[in-house]
Nanobody
């Protein structure tokens, strides 16, 4: 089993920036698809961004494209989500996800491993 731990959440003013981190441990492999999802109160979990260690491809939801940047650490068992120009609607619990199978990682069904989530709150 792979364990994922998110960090970096908090309260930020609209227009500000925040950087989330995800660290993987346990039975980690050489390559992963890793991604970020978020869930706001009363809403379903939605895709935010993903990165593939297989081909270095990245994907973003339309709502965050141009504002958020996903990146991998040097060891490729960590990843980051740089969130810029934050909006009130970005408020949610953000979840880190990973899988050793190749995919684009844009669907929650493509992941076997999930973190516990970190709260991001954007104030006006």
């Amino acid at each position: 089993q792979v364990q994922l731990v998110e960090s970096g959440g908090g309260l930020v003013q609209a227009g500000g920036s925040l950087r989330l981190s995800c660290a993987a441990s346990g039975r980690t492999g050489n390559k992963y698809v890793m991604g970020w999802f978020r869930q706001a109160p009363g809403k379903e979990r939605e895709f935010v961004a993903s990165i593939s260690w297989f081909n270095d491809m990245t994907y973003y939801s339309d709502s965050v494209k141009g504002r958020f940047v996903i990146s991998a650490g040097n060891a490729k068992n960590t990843m980051f989500l740089q969130m810029n120009s934050l909006k009130r609607e970005d408020t949610a619990v953000y979840y880190c996800a990973a899988d050793r199978r190749y995919s684009t990682g844009v669907s929650a069904a493509q992941y076997n491993y999930w973190g516990q989530g970190t709260q991001v709150t954007v104030s006006s």
